[in-house]
């Protein structure tokens, strides 16, 4: 299990664009973090559902795996399109958090 | 004399580019055929361009020793992927290694998950499946895009609304109503149609609410690797079954399946 912070920042073009590239990115930083795969893949979900409230755009999705938490901070988001999926986000994050036009997810080893 | 299309097809498998070029070249108007199918769902050039795909994809697996010609062993991947562009499923390509790397890591968390009574981790499926993790890692993306849980157009269609999210919500679901069930209860979904009593498959859990059908030895054609989908309604009982079964003889997503109990 990696113990030093890694972080990884992405900017994508395009909700689409960037929803196809973090969560491999996600799944890697988790693996490295030593998450089983069920957790991971449910949070790699939150973060699908996270970009797809996104404000059509550039996207920015902040990933960082540190002392055994995993957490990605996505922005723009649109509180509208975030409204009716909050609910389902915390069952699938161990904790989210708006700030703003970002929103984000983390999760805990 | 022209080269024969499976001769081409195995210069093309070998990696020569020429023969890939040809292969391309001989085999769009079959593609383009195909693709008339679905023309008003999807744009032309998106079906083409997919079913070409799914033609280039079947040349990993292409044996011209089985006696099955190229274009009919091809033509249900060429199918299978114009199929997912109509359900807006795969925006990502999955390569043959992609595949069989999800395979292997959805049967090793299997394996591991029933020993253990917990979800491996993928240092953990690593190790059983003689993986490294990076393999792990990209087999576990291509699960996901193999099988995507989330439905785009289903939370875009309604953005925000309860609707979307309940329907996600109903989806995840089937995955945990059966991690509920015991081993010997998993194992036994079995998919049998009534007026082709050859026609027997094994489901097998793939991810979520997702099955991947296991053919019988009854069953002679050589299906590529297909999946059935159910959705269970708010009270948490089966509402619906989708079979996404490539191929080029069988329509098997123009059936309407009925509960008879």
Do not use: C
């Not at chain 1, 996104?54 to 540190?66: F, I, K, S």
């Not at chain 2, 070029?21 to 085999?27: M, Y």
């Amino acid at each position: 299990m990696s113990t030093a912070p890694e972080d990884v920042r992405l900017q994508a073009s395009d909700p689409a664009v960037a929803k196809a590239v973090a969560a491999p990115v996600l799944l890697a930083l988790g693996a490295r973090g030593g998450f089983d795969v069920a957790r991971l893949d449910e949070f790699a979900i939150a973060l699908d559902i996270a970009i797809a409230s996104a404000v059509p755009g550039p996207v920015r999705a902040d990933m960082r795996l540190t002392g055994g938490r995993l957490s990605v901070t996505v922005s723009p988001v649109a509180p509208d399109r975030l409204h009716g999926r909050r609910v389902l986000l915390e069952e699938l994050a161990a904790g989210v958090a708006e700030n703003g036009d970002a929103i984000a997810l983390t999760l805990d080893g | 004399m022209a080269e024969g299309t499976d001769a081409l097809a195995a210069r093309a498998a070998d990696g020569d580019p020429a023969a890939r070029a040809e292969l391309v070249e001989r085999l769009t108007p079959l593609v383009a055929r195909l693709a008339r199918r679905w023309e008003g769902r999807a744009a032309r050039e998106d079906l083409q361009q997919a079913g070409m795909v799914g033609v280039l994809s079947a040349l990993d697996g292409f044996d011209p020793g089985r006696g099955t010609a190229f274009a009919s062993y091809a033509a249900p991947f060429a199918v299978g992927e114009m199929m997912a562009v109509l359900r807006g499923s795969a925006p990502v390509h999955v390569s043959r290694t992609g595949r069989d790397l999800a395979a292997a890591v959805e049967t090793a968390a299997d394996a591991l998950t029933a020993a253990h009574g917990r979800a491996p981790s993928p240092a953990e499926i690593a190790t059983a499946a003689g993986l490294d993790e990076e393999e792990v890692v990209t087999g576990l993306a291509a699960r996901r895009a193999l099988a995507p849980p989330v439905p785009d157009t289903a939370l875009e269609d309604a953005a925000g609304t309860d609707d979307a999210v309940e329907a996600l919500e109903a989806r995840l679901a089937v995955g945990h109503l059966l991690g509920e069930l015991d081993a010997r209860s998993q194992a036994i979904l079995v998919m049998r149609f009534g007026l082709s009593p050859n026609f027997v498959a094994d489901l097998e859990h793939w991810h979520y609410d997702t099955f991947q059908i296991k053919w019988r030895p009854s069953v002679a054609y050589n299906f590529p690797r297909g999946f059935v989908t159910f959705t269970i309604d708010k009270n948490g009982k089966t509402d619906e079954l989708k079979i996404d079964q490539p191929n080029n003889d069988f329509w098997f997503y123009e059936l309407t399946p009925h509960r008879v109990k």
